[in-house]
């Protein structure tokens, strides 16, 4: 089976169910999702919609299904000025990179570091005018959550 149709392990399912409650409880609501087109994100991203609210879009890319931070910097530097927020739904080593490169600081940041465990929530705060300014350590790390940390869905 290619990379890319590899299906979300059952540990996988229950870690996202376990986010999708969080995001709820915390009334996270990006206005963009960038979902990665490989199965396991998909299937990611259905466990965790229904948490997110209902004004949001929604964008299966195939850019996204890429392990290399700098791929995925340079396609949030792409985004409109006037999109606000923004969750990526991807995969590791570049999700852990990304949000390792661009957070500054952090109260979680060496956690961050050292894993990026299926389903994990890193939230940044940029310090940038607009996307196309989006650099290497111009955000903080504001919350950092894993899904084991929330206890069994």
Same mark, same amino acid.
Request: hydrophobic share 45%; with cysteine; glycine share 8%.
């Given at each position: 089976?290619?990379?890319?149709?590899?299906? %979300?392990?059952? /540990?996988?399912?229950?870690?996202?169910?376990?986010?999708? #409650?969080?995001?709820?409880?915390?009334? +996270?609501?990006?206005?963009?999702? %960038?979902?990665? &087109? =490989?199965?396991?994100?998909?299937?990611?991203? =259905?466990?965790?919609?229904?948490?997110?609210?209902?004004?949001?879009?929604?964008? +299966?890319?195939?850019?996204?299904?890429?392990? #290399?931070?700098?791929? %995925?910097? $340079?396609?949030? $530097?792409?985004?409109?000025?006037?999109?606000?927020?923004?969750? %990526?739904?991807?995969?590791?080593?570049?999700?852990?990179?990304?949000? @390792?490169?661009?957070?500054?600081?952090? #109260?979680?940041?060496?956690?961050?570091? /050292?894993?990026?465990?299926? =389903? @994990?929530?890193?939230?940044? #705060?940029?310090?940038?005018? &607009?996307?196309?300014?989006? @650099?290497?350590?111009?955000?903080?790390?504001?919350?950092? +959550?894993?899904?084991?940390?929330?206890?069994? @869905?």
């Amino acid at each position: 089976m290619e990379d890319v149709e590899r299906p %979300l392990a059952p /540990r996988g399912a229950r870690a996202a169910d376990r986010m999708r #409650d969080y995001l709820d409880a915390e009334d +996270i609501r990006p206005e963009l999702v %960038l979902c990665s &087109s =490989a199965l396991r994100t998909r299937e990611t991203l =259905a466990r965790i919609l229904p948490g997110l609210g209902p004004e949001l879009t929604v964008r +299966i890319e195939p850019s996204v299904y890429s392990f #290399d931070a700098d791929a %995925l910097l $340079q396609r949030l $530097q792409q985004l409109p000025a006037d999109v606000g927020s923004v969750m %990526l739904v991807g995969h590791n080593p570049a999700m852990q990179e990304l949000a @390792a490169v661009i957070a500054a600081e952090g #109260d979680r940041l060496d956690e961050l570091r /050292r894993g990026f465990p299926t =389903a @994990a929530l890193a939230e940044l #705060d940029l310090r940038v005018g &607009s996307w196309r300014e989006l @650099a290497p350590g111009t955000g903080r790390l504001t919350r950092f +959550i894993v899904p084991r940390e929330l206890g069994s @869905a």
